[in-house]
């Protein structure tokens, strides 16, 4: 089966630092990567949708300056939380797509910013 | 706009039957996709429908309805490892994958 993968697993970083967690499908290639957000209790929010090579498509109330993402490859792509603050802490969780319109998720990214 | 309702949570006894519902009203339809998702970690495959009728698979089956908007899916012999969230999503038009907020599962012993 389609295998997505995600590092870090989980971070803690300070406030104003920036983290950047990778996304990367194993076996396939991703014509497309999506980004999620999940606070507790609640259910996955699409922060944006990345193709190989073009600029993400945010979701409205995202903000493209702050959740910066690279699909670099169609393997590979990475979001970067830049000046986390307390509020941005949550579960970050990628998933992409290959032929089918399935979304193969990775484990995902648990961020704490103190 | 568009839309996917399912209900925010449902309590089950281990070992009965359950079925969770999801209507949808969205531009266009491609299929539909059930996940399931437990506590702190993320959503896995559970089935696809475009296609009208039931799809088996072992415990869990899921039911389309394109005239209706309307799905379902059911899980059998319920097991505690059950207790989870199940997501209902739906490919439109545009192929986006439009989520429900999901069924938050309680299976009580």
């Known amino acids: 089966g389609a295998v997505v993968s995600q590092h870090p697993s989980r971070v803690i970083c300070k406030s104003g630092t920036s983290v950047k967690i990778e996304c990367r499908s194993l076996?396939?290639?991703?014509?497309?990567m999506f980004w999620y957000r999940q606070f507790p209790k609640q259910s996955l929010m699409l922060m944006a949708t990345?193709?190989?090579?073009?600029?993400?498509?945010?979701e409205q109330g995202v903000e493209k300056d702050k959740f910066l993402i690279n699909h670099a490859s169609l393997t590979l792509s990475t979001l970067t939380v830049t000046s986390a603050h307390p509020e941005d802490s949550s579960f970050y969780i990628c998933?992409?797509?290959?032929?089918?319109?399935?979304?193969?998720f990775g484990p995902g990214t648990r961020l704490t910013v103190t | 706009g568009q839309n996917i309702d399912q209900p925010t949570e449902m309590t089950a006894t281990e070992g009965a039957i359950v079925q969770i519902n999801c209507t949808y009203q969205?531009?266009?339809?491609?299929?539909l996709f059930w996940y399931q998702q437990h506590a702190g970690e993320a959503p896995t495959f559970l089935s696809y429908?475009?296609l009208d009728g039931l799809e088996e698979k072992g415990r869990f089956s899921s039911f389309l309805s394109r005239s209706k908007g309307y799905s379902y899916l059911l899980l059998k012999e319920l097991q505690m490892k059950d207790s989870a969230s199940y997501l209902c999503?739906?490919?439109?038009?545009?192929?986006?994958?439009?989520w429900g907020a999901g069924t938050k599962l309680i299976i009580k012993p």
């Open positions: 429908n475009v």
């Open positions: 076996d396939f290639q991703a014509t497309t």
């Open positions: 998933s992409a797509t290959g032929r089918a319109y399935e979304q193969y």
């Open positions: 999503a739906v490919v439109d038009s545009n192929y986006q994958l439009i």
């Open positions: 969205t531009s266009g339809f491609n299929g």
């Open positions: 990345s193709n190989e090579g073009s600029k993400a498509t945010y």
